[in-house]
């Protein structure tokens, strides 16, 4: 008798401890961010892809022409004339992209960058954006979405928000009505981020960029956080059994 209450006690106390723990583990935040996160070499890299329209940038290598000899970078091709947009991480750890110009981009295609969704759950944003072309005033237009939402947007140029110490918010860049916290997403959900040259620019530029993405996975449904701990609970069971033969 007094065993099989032990046993009683000793189920109602792991259960217990199932229905506390369970929803503490379903809600760990993972954050991505894009310095961090770089690959100098492989696009897509993780959650993170650079693109020009819908085609995905190619790992190049800098000639010295147009591009520093040596540095890896990314974009359709390595001369003069066809290798706009371009994506690359400077010597500062920071993110630079240079948006494209009918004059060095061959066809047309946008300088985008994209993060997508892992799993299922809720997702904060932050960053910012400046005009980085020194000698030359020139302006890039950039639009941040979270799939087809437009969440900020904005002009940075050689007038305003020139260099990183300058550099526009995302947050200060706001659409009215949208924010950038507890954002719900699915899984494969994208966030996109366009630079491309303002209208009426004959040439592109280059633009620093900033984005940090925090996502908090969904809660595990009860039911379903239960049975992770059937084949552990079957385990003590045994275990529990032995102990008091």
Known sequence: ???????????????????????????????????TDWSKIDNPNGTWAVWKGSELLQHQVGTGSPMTAGMDFFAMGNSW?????????????????????????????????????????????????????????????????????????GTISHASHNGEANALTFLDALVAGQALNDLAVDKDDVVSLYVVESRGQNWGS??????????????VPLPGALLLFGPGLAGLAILKRKMTR
């Open 1 to 35: 008798m007094m065993r099989r209450l032990g046993l009683r006690k000793f189920f109602a106390l792991v259960l217990l401890l199932t229905l506390l723990l369970a929803p503490s583990i379903a809600l760990c935040a993972t954050t991505y961010d894009l310095a």
């Open 81 to 153: 004339g066809n290798f706009l947009p371009a994506w690359w991480q400077g010597t500062d750890n920071n993110i630079y992209t240079h948006s494209w110009d009918s004059s060095n981009g061959g066809t047309y295609g946008e300088s985008i960058l994209t993060w997508t969704a892992p799993e299922a759950g809720t997702i904060s944003l932050s960053g910012c954006i400046w005009y980085d072309h020194a000698g030359v005033s020139r302006s890039n237009d950039f639009s941040l979405y979270l799939g087809s939402t437009l969440l900020a947007t």
């Open 206 to 219: 280059v633009a620093g960029v900033e984005l940090t993405i925090t996502e908090t996975a969904a809660p």
